[in-house]
Structures are given as C-alpha cells and as structure tokens.
C-alpha cells in the first residue's frame, strides 16, 4: 500500500499538474515534448533496454500525443509516430526481434508500388512528400512496433505497467480538457462532435484516446485495486475519463472502449473458475451501475443532447441519413477507387485528390482498410490479411494474454472510424503480438522466440 502511495498516486498528481500548468502557460508543451524522447533516450542507454524500456517510453509517447498535439506541443503531426519508430529500432538493435516477425517487413514492401505510382503522378500540383507522410506513417509505425514485440516474452504484471503508462498522460489530457472547458452546458448546442468539449483539436482523436483511458483505467480497477483506496481512486479516474469522452460527442472512441470492457469480461469470466465467477456477478454489477450513473449524468449535463446523438439523431430528433457522420460517402468513393484499380490502386496518399471529382472536396480517409484497398489495391489486400491472421494465429498458443481480443478490437475499430491518425492504433496493434506469460518465464522478460 505505502509503494502504491508514493508511485502510482505520486505519479498521477504529477500528471494532473502537468495538464494546469500547460494551459497556464502553453509554451511549456513544447518543452514537455522535448523532454519525453530525451529522457527516454538516456533510460534506454544506461539500462540498454534490458527490460524492454523502450516500451515503456513509447507507450507514453501514444498516451501524450493527442495532449501534445491539443496544446501544440508537437514540432509536427508526425512527430509522435517517427519518436515511436525510432525506440522500436533502437530496440532491436539493443535486443534482437524474432525472424518470425519478418513477415511485417512483407507488409512494408508491400507498400512500396504504391509509392511509385504516387511519384510517377503529375496530374494533380500537390505535395508528394507530405501525402507520403501523412498516409504511410502510421502503417510504418506499425510495422516497427509489431517487429519489436513479435512473440517477445513479457509479463503480464509487466504488461499491465506498459497501460499504466499510456494512462498517466491521458490523464493529462482529462484534466485540461476540464480547465479548458469545465461547464458543458454551456457549449453543446447540437448532436455533431464539438471541439469545445475536445479541448479545441479533433474529437475524434480525443475520444479514441479517452476510450483507451476508459479501458486503462477500468482494468485497473477491477484486477489490480487491492484496497478500498486503490478502488476509489481508479474508479474516480475511470468516471472523469468517461464522462470526458462521451461529450466530445464523438462516438467512436467511447464505443470501442465498451467493446474492449466486453471482450476482457468475457475472457476473464470463461477462464475463472467456480469462485471466480460468483465474485463476478459483482463484478457486472458494478460496471453497469457505474455505465448508467455516468450516462444518466452526461445526459443531463447535455440537456439530453448525447442521447441523440448516440440515437444518430439531430438536436430536433429527426433521424440522419447517415450514421457514420459522412464517412458512408467517403467509403463508397474510394471502393468506386479500387473496383477501377484494382492492382496497383491509384497511389499512396492520392485517393483524397482522386475523390475531388466524386465528392467535389478534398476529404482525407478516415478508414484505414478502405484507404488501404483504394490506394494500394491488391497489395493493400495482402497487406491487410496479414494485419488480420497474423494475431490469431499467435494468439492459439498464447492464451494468457488476456488483453488480447481488447486490443484487437481497438485496433481494428479505430482503424475504421479514425485511420492512423495517431499512434494508438499501431502500437496497441502491436501489444497484440507479445507473447504474455502470467508466470515468470524461464528466459528473461525481453527475450523472443
């Protein structure tokens, strides 16, 4: 108890502070940027990434980065993704990755015809090295978080400190998030996403950030609060947090968040024996008490407004046309794409430009597996079989890691309504792939297969 006091609380306070003293004094994000990579570069030189340190300073690098980029702390949109890559090569080069994980290199080349038709394109005056960028470097992000961790040996008590650092900064962004914008009432007005409420940057990158919290938090609550005071805590957290996400009004990150709490519920009720699941009972209650508490609240705080919106309703009641928020469009135009390209697609990074004629505006892609289909055509087909099956094929002989259909739905969710627009995704994408032992292995934490 005295360890959690002057660690886990210690470090959430700090947190917490961080997010006043941003909005205080916004320069201080920058330096806070700055700051994360250097400190984490000198923790992986003087440990030599003997117990997997890089992952440890790269999960807090996607936990801060919609904070970063909210409060423009990020020297560029990417600049959280190349951090990201940086560590996973630096730590292969201090510990090796598993040959079996060649096969996501397959997924790099399998981008590279795209690229070259995207170079050899001179119809449209655009910037071929920032689409590049912006549409390549999430998959990238993926393929050297996913080569790092492939069937890497890991514990789970270790895993659970790798979400544990996501969550400390989506903290962070909570608390500014609420000295930004502490009455709600006053700023919803309608059913649509509102920036107000998302501290002034996308509310669909927050919510899908909030969303992971949401998940972060409710682990921690249910698995490793072992006091009342741990119970308060995390169950304070995990009601702040949620209550944050749903009023962004976005319904993306919220929604996957409940399908991850699902999924772990499932898992951890199937495994547990007689004893176990008669505690669980509790355990359902719990969560749907505090699932009503927090929605009837945010209900009310919204003047019945997120009822609505969830109900893909406008502020009148009349139902939309549309559920996805326009995406429907978006989607349909780019497998119009690919149905007319069907081999090499029409380049990495084009189909936005391509989509002018079909929607009459440049509309970037929000779904990472039509993109992947319209851009790179039957590679991109490929590559997304690989993204698939690879997982579930490791996951037969890795039972133990319980979080697994959780950050598969994550990933594969947030890839539909959000693309690769942060890091979350990859990364978390990546979790999927460690090999998660409950006991302590024989082979040190950081080994591979």
């Known amino acids: ?12 306070v700090i947190h917490a502070l961080i997010g006043l003293a941003v909005f205080a004094v916004p320069f201080l994000s920058k330096i806070y940027a700055l700051i994360i990579p250097l400190v984490g570069l000198l923790l992986v030189f003087r440990t030599k990434n003997k117990n997997n340190e890089v992952l440890f300073v790269a999960a807090y690098l996607v936990g801060v980065e919609v ?9 560029n949109n990417e600049y959280v993704k190349f951090n990201v890559i940086f560590f996973m090569f630096l730590g292969m080069v201090y510990s090796n990755f598993s040959r079996n994980g060649i096969i996501y290199l397959l997924l790099l080349l399998l981008l590279i015809p795209a690229i070259l038709v995207t170079t050899n394109n001179l ?26 961790m492939f069937k890497r040996r890991i514990l789970f008590s270790d895993l659970q400190r790798i979400l544990n650092i996501i969550g400390m900064p989506i903290v962070t962004t909570t608390i500014y998030l609420f000295v930004y914008n502490p009455s709600v009432k006053d700023v919803v007005t309608g059913t649509q996403s509102n920036f107000e409420t998302s501290g002034g940057f996308g509310p669909n990158q927050v919510s899908t950030i909030l969303g992971l919290g949401i998940f972060i938090f409710f682990t921690q609550l249910i698995l490793f609060s072992k006091s009342k005071f741990e119970m308060f805590i995390n169950g304070s957290l995990l009601l702040f947090i949620s209550y944050r996400g749903i009023v962004t009004f976005s319904r993306g990150g919220v929604m996957t968040a409940v399908v991850m709490v699902v999924f772990l519920l499932f898992l951890l009720y199937y495994f547990s024996n007689d004893k176990g699941k008669a505690k669980f009972t509790w355990v359902f209650i719990l969560t749907a008490l505090m699932a009503i508490g927090i929605w009837t609240y945010s209900s009310l705080q919204t003047s019945g407004l997120i ?19 326009g995406r429907e469009e978006i989607m349909d135009a780019e497998i119009k794409l690919f149905l007319d390209n069907p081999i090499l697609g029409v380049g990495a990074g084009l189909s936005k430009y391509k989509r002018i004629e079909e929607l009459g505006e440049e509309v970037a892609s929000h779904n990472e597996i039509t993109r992947m289909l319209c851009e790179h055509g039957l590679f991109g087909i490929f590559g997304l079989l690989i993204l698939f099956i690879t997982p579930v094929v490791l996951y037969i002989n890795n039972k133990q890691h319980l979080y697994f259909f959780s950050f598969y739905v994550f990933w594969l969710l947030t890839i539909n309504h959000a693309a690769m627009r942060i890091a979350a995704p990859a990364f978390v994408y990546a979790l999927t792939l460690l090999s998660v032992q409950v006991k302590i292995p024989e082979k040190a934490e950081n080994s591979v297969d």
């Open 67 to 75: 904070f970063l980029r909210m409060t423009g702390g990020n020297f």
């Open 123 to 148: 119809d449209f005056n655009f910037d071929i090295r920032k689409a590049l960028v912006f549409n390549l470097s999430g998959p990238v992000c993926l393929v050297f978080s996913a080569l790092y």
């Open 1 to 12: 108890m005295k360890s959690f006091k002057l660690s886990y609380v210690y470090l959430l």
């Open 307 to 325: 009822n609505k919106r969830y109900a893909n309703q406008d502020q009148l009641g009349r139902v939309k046309k549309d559920r996805l928020g």
